[in-house]
């Protein structure tokens, strides 16, 4: 899920979208790509997670968070986003790998 934040929280348009594949989203996992003016998107992301937990779905603890007052990113700042990713990366694939078996051997209902 890529995000900005907005008011400390996530746009509306992005709430309707997930909404509208409610059903979708139990039992799958979900990361977080985030952006934002010093706070790279955390307020948004803690919003989310909220949503998500409610739709049974599994929220990575994990972000990659972009400060959108950085400029470009430094090769320090570079280093930092692609660990990030790959820390990310790693999760969602365990989780989706996971739960893809749990539901193969015991379909999810809520």
């Not at 997930?18 to 790279?40: L, M, N, R, T």
């Not at 090769?75 to 986003?81: C, E, M």
Request: overall charge negative; some cysteine.
């Amino acid at each position: 899920m890529v995000t900005p934040e907005y008011n400390h929280s996530f746009p509306g348009s992005l709430k309707q979208a997930i909404d509208h594949a409610y059903d979708e989203w139990q039992a799958k996992p979900v990361g977080f790509v985030s952006y934002g003016c010093g706070s790279i998107g955390l307020h948004a992301v803690d919003q989310l997670r909220t949503v998500f937990t409610a739709l049974h779905a599994v929220t990575m603890r994990d972000i990659v968070g972009v400060d959108l007052l950085d400029g470009e990113p430094s090769p320090p700042a570079a280093d930092r986003l692609e660990r990030d990713a790959d820390v990310l990366l790693d999760q969602l694939r365990w989780w989706g790998l996971t739960l893809r078996d749990g539901r193969a051997a015991r379909p999810y209902v809520s």
